[in-house]
């Protein structure tokens, strides 16, 4: 892995993590679903603008519209979603940290369920990943969380554990700008109907709202979903996915230094054992397809 790979790693997981600080400033000021909806609209219209200057192909296969309604319905309606509406009793350090786990869930499903081997080391990344958890829930039920919240957030990452496992083999045949942008399209669409009759257009308007919802809409909406699809082209999926386990750490520092969110010694200790369970797992994975992703760089 060159140094420029690992610059795009760092900066993929700087702008994923940042996601959850600016959206919990957007829902204390706004209705988060049709908040949400809204920044979709526009990062999709962005994305197709962009597919269109790149004569990119909006002619999908089947398997290609199957994979964009899935993930545009469990990553960006139900994943986010979900988060969203969470993070209004929920800090983002710890909607982060639940956000974080989905390379744990995944590993545990396929372990467990569909019987991929991940070896010693997998198993063990996955009993740390847990206990991390643990560690983390404990510390936060001591001085008080919204579960509810909770719940929602671990909802979600099943439904993104889920998209991901079940859209393990999917590839965007070259046009990944154009099927983002339906992706976005299609969860703003869902998001716009369910958010409709439930929330009314209340909101506190000040530029941290402004800001925030700029930011999300162009970083985290945009520019971690470029540098995501060149990181992958570069090194290939496998390597890529264990950046994820910077997550916890930039995520939770993230929102301690904007937000000023209080964190314990038991709630560090909780995210490097999870940083450590989760950077083993995506090794272990790493290993187990190593004979299958020779043409990686």
Request: proline share 3%; with cysteine; glycine share 10%.
């Amino acid at each position: 892995m060159d140094l420029r790979a690992i610059g795009m790693g760092l900066a993929f997981a700087l702008m994923w993590s940042s996601a959850f600080t600016s959206a919990r400033i957007i829902v204390a000021a706004a209705p988060p679903l049709t908040t949400l909806s809204l920044r979709f609209f526009l990062s999709g219209l962005l994305a197709v603008l962009i597919a269109l200057a790149l004569k990119q192909s909006f002619r999908l296969t089947r398997a290609q519209w199957a994979a964009t309604v899935l993930f545009g319905i469990c990553q960006n309606a139900l994943y986010l979603g979900l988060n969203f509406v969470a993070m209004q009793t929920v800090e983002a350090s710890l909607a982060a940290i639940i956000a974080s786990t989905m390379p744990l869930v995944v590993g545990l499903f396929g372990w467990l369920v569909l019987r991929e081997k991940i070896g010693p080391m997998g198993q063990l990344g996955l009993m740390l990943g847990l206990a991390g958890v643990v560690v983390i829930m404990g510390a936060r039920l001591q001085t008080g969380v919204d579960l509810w919240g909770v719940l929602l957030c671990v909802i979600g990452v099943l439904a993104l554990a889920f998209a991901t496992l079940a859209l393990r083999s999917a590839s965007s045949g070259g046009n990944v700008m154009a099927v983002v942008g339906l992706q976005m399209l299609i969860g703003g669409a869902v998001l716009a109907v369910v958010g409709a009759p439930f929330e009314t257009w209340d909101v506190t308007w000040s530029w941290q709202l402004v800001a925030a919802f700029i930011y999300t809409t162009l970083v985290p909406g945009l520019a971690a979903t470029f540098v995501w699809f060149l990181l992958v082209e570069r090194i290939g999926a496998v390597r890529a996915a264990t950046f994820h386990f910077l997550n916890p750490v930039f995520g939770v520092a993230i929102a301690a230094a904007l937000l000023g969110e209080a964190l314990t010694p038991r709630d560090v200790v909780g995210v490097l054992i999870v940083t450590l369970g989760i950077l083993l797992v995506q090794l272990a994975r790493g290993e187990a397809k190593s004979p299958q992703s020779s043409s990686d760089p």
